[in-house]
């Protein structure tokens, strides 16, 4: 019941939205440790710089997951997951790719150029 005294219905929906924000507030939170911690190895060998930007890229695309909640929970729709989900599949495959050249330049000997991208 709320201040007035009217019962106030709660579908499971709206319970899944709401537990999939909060979740996803928590999990914000972890990354935002996690990229904390990684960031001093963000010049470091290979495999730390790929913690570190996978660390932010998780940071991202919490961010996003918590954006789509929101956004389909306000009109009560489905379809701003797909964009988001798209948006968060590109951000991965672009951040694949630097790590993967560096990778096989270390594992050539070759001088490593890598970018924070």
């Known amino acids: 019941m709320n201040d007035c005294g009217c019962e106030i219905a709660i579908d499971s929906k709206s319970r899944t939205r709401v537990l999939m924000m909060v979740a996803g ?3 914000l939170l972890a990354n935002v440790v996690c990229l904390l911690l990684t960031h001093r190895h963000s010049d470091a060998a290979v495999h730390r ?3 570190w930007m996978f660390s932010k890229h ?3 695309t919490r961010m996003g997951v918590i954006e789509g ?3 389909v ?3 009560l729709r489905r379809w701003p997951d797909l ?3 798209g948006l ?3 951000l991965i495959l672009h951040g694949a790719r630097p790590i993967i050249a560096d990778a096989r330049r270390e594992l050539t000997g070759e ?3 890598f970018s924070h991208g």
Do not use: K, N, T
Request: charged share 10%.
């Open 83 to 85: 964009p988001i989900g």
């Open 73 to 75: 929970w306000l009109p």
């Open 111 to 113: 001088r490593m150029v």
């Open 88 to 90: 968060i599949g590109l």
């Open 58 to 60: 998780d940071l991202i």
């Open 49 to 51: 710089r790929a913690s």
């Open 69 to 71: 909640a929101g956004s």
């Open 25 to 27: 507030a928590a999990a």
